[in-house]
């Protein structure tokens, strides 16, 4: 059974930094496209930062770029989404998901997710990040 369980989320102060880690077990990990993706109130669900290992690719959105790092750990099968200078605007409750890459080499999975083309197949809890002014 593929689970992806969030945490690191919280409260903090705008200019803060926060590390959310998602914790994945139920499948092979350097198999899956993974990535945070996250929906504020009132808004639709955006993709943050999406990653493949395969293609060593990684999508960042323009909102984020510069400021949040997304990292894979293979050992821990863990992927954290370190986050920097943070903004208001950034409150949302953010979700960690995967996908299986697709059999094809240079396939641009993190773009695919990521933009919204394609929507990943399994899903985390959530974690809530709320930043204050």
């Known amino acids: 059974e593929v689970q992806l369980v969030e945490s690191g989320g919280g409260l903090v102060q705008a200019g803060g930094s926060l590390r959310l880690s998602c914790a994945a077990s139920?499948?092979?990990?350097?198999?899956?496209?993974i990535g945070w993706f996250r929906r504020a109130p009132g808004k639709e669900r955006e993709g943050v930062s999406c990653?493949?290992?395969?293609?060593?690719?990684?999508y960042y959105a323009a909102s984020v770029k510069g400021r949040f790092t997304i990292s894979r750990d293979s050992a821990k099968n863990t992927v954290y989404l370190h986050m920097n200078s943070l903004k208001p605007e950034d409150t949302a409750v953010y979700y960690c998901?995967?996908?299986?890459?697709?059999?094809?080499?240079?396939?641009?999975?993190?773009?695919?997710?990521?933009?919204?083309?394609?929507?990943?197949?399994?899903w985390g809890q959530g974690a809530q990040v709320t930043v204050s002014s």
């Open positions: 998901a995967a996908n299986p890459l697709f059999p094809l080499e240079n396939a641009g999975e993190p773009y695919y997710f990521c933009s919204g083309a394609g929507s990943p197949s399994y």
């Open positions: 139920g499948f092979t990990f350097d198999d899956y496209m």
């Open positions: 990653s493949s290992n395969r293609d060593d690719n990684t």
